[in-house]
Nanobody
Framework: QVQLVESGGGLVQAGGSVRLSCSAS????????MAWYRQAPGKQRELVAL???????MYADSVKGRFTISRDSAKTSVYLQMNSLKLEDTAVYYC??????WGKGTLVTVSS
């Protein structure tokens, strides 16, 4: 069973930046893809960014140019660098592996 633990959420002002981390209990090279999802209050969970085992990335249109997904050289963590944050980025952010494994989420609140 793969365990994923997110960290780095909190309160940030609009226009600011925050970096989320996802620590995996296994090497992420054993996982085909790692992703970040988010769920805003009253809305469905949505895909934010994904990185494949080969390093290819994809982003939701709403975050392109502002968010960057990456992984560390030790291949045990995945990150989401979030810049130019907007009020609508407020959500619980979840780490996901292979569309099967989920972390418990970390809350990011963007204030005006």
């Amino acid at each position: 069973q793969v365990q994923l633990v997110e960290s780095g959420g909190g309160l940030v002002q609009a226009g600011g930046s925050v970096r989320l981390s996802c620590s995996a209990s296994v090497s992420i090279e054993s996982i085909n893809s790692m992703a970040w999802y988010r769920q805003a209050p009253g809305k469905q969970r949505e895909l934010v960014a994904l990185i494949s085992r080969g390093g290819a990335t994809m982003y939701a249109d709403s975050v392109k140019g502002r968010f960057t997904i990456s992984r560390d050289s030790a291949k045990t963590s995945v990150y989401l660098q979030m810049n130019s944050l907007k009020l609508e980025d407020t959500a619980v952010y979840y780490c996901n592996g292979n569309d099967m494994y989920w972390g418990k989420g970390t809350l990011v609140t963007v204030s005006s």
